[in-house]
């Protein structure tokens, strides 16, 4: 079964830092281009961040700078480590992959002192 | 960055309906187009990409059109399980960003 499966959610302070995982199953993450996408309390959908298969990696003006996507192929995950968070970065975070139609089911990271 | 536009921003409509959505880039984005249906408490759902193609495992009774600007996402016949959000996306060039979505309510 293809699926995604994000963690590392949770509660922390402004200027804080938080590491989230998206672990794949079904397909393999290097040979596709995975994404994060991210959605704030009662907001709509930004994307957030993407790698390519070749390892090219962009990101919305909002994180340049503070996120990084990254993977580790032999553990078929997706990675974003999120430092010098701020209130505006509280969402649920969703990993896409497979031309985006493979989905996870998010995890909530919450910035708040 | 290419701003897409979602019309309208929320709708009532009754089962049985016919319900169309309709979504607008700041520039051309050829047929670089996905549209996703979202429930509450859910992740996206991808329903169309590239504009027309219809998503393996996705209803018939869903289609989309459109090409440069201008794009459309047609519920033929609403049934109870299609009230939700809708989202357009272009992946033309980065961000992908999205539209603002479309909250479609039982009338």
């Known amino acids: 079964e293809v699926q995604l499966v994000e963690s590392g959610g949770g509660l922390v302070q402004p200027g804080g830092s938080l590491r989230l995982s998206c672990a794949a199953s079904?397909?393999?993450?290097?040979?596709?281009?995975m994404s994060w996408v991210r959605q704030a309390p009662g907001k709509g959908l930004e994307w957030v961040s993407v790698?390519?298969?070749?390892?090219?990696?962009y990101y919305a003006d909002s994180v340049k700078g503070r996120f990084t996507i990254s993977r580790d192929n032999s553990k078929n995950t997706l990675y974003l480590q999120m430092n010098s968070l701020r209130a505006e970065d509280t969402a649920v975070y969703y990993c896409?992959?497979?031309?985006?139609?493979?989905w996870g089911k998010g995890t909530t990271v919450t910035v708040s002192s | 960055d290419i701003q897409m536009t979602q019309s309208p921003s929320s709708l009532s409509a009754s089962v049985g309906d016919r319900v169309t959505i309709t979504c607008r880039a700041s520039?051309?984005?050829?047929?670089?187009l996905n549209w996703y249906q979202q429930k509450p408490g859910k992740a996206p759902k991808l329903l169309i990409y590239?504009?027309?193609s219809l998503q393996s495992g996705v209803p018939s009774r869903f289609s989309g059109s459109g090409s440069g600007t201008d794009f459309t996402l047609t519920i033929s016949s609403l049934q109870p399980e299609d009230f939700a959000t809708y989202y357009c996306?272009?992946?033309?060039?980065?961000?992908?960003?999205f539209g603002q979505g479309t909250k479609v309510e039982i009338k």
């Open positions: 896409a992959g497979r031309y985006m139609d493979v």
């Open positions: 079904g397909f393999t993450v290097s040979s596709n281009y």
């Open positions: 790698i390519y298969s070749g390892g090219s990696t």
């Open positions: 520039q051309s984005i050829s047929s670089y």
């Open positions: 590239a504009a027309s």
């Open positions: 996306q272009q992946s033309y060039n980065l961000p992908n960003t």
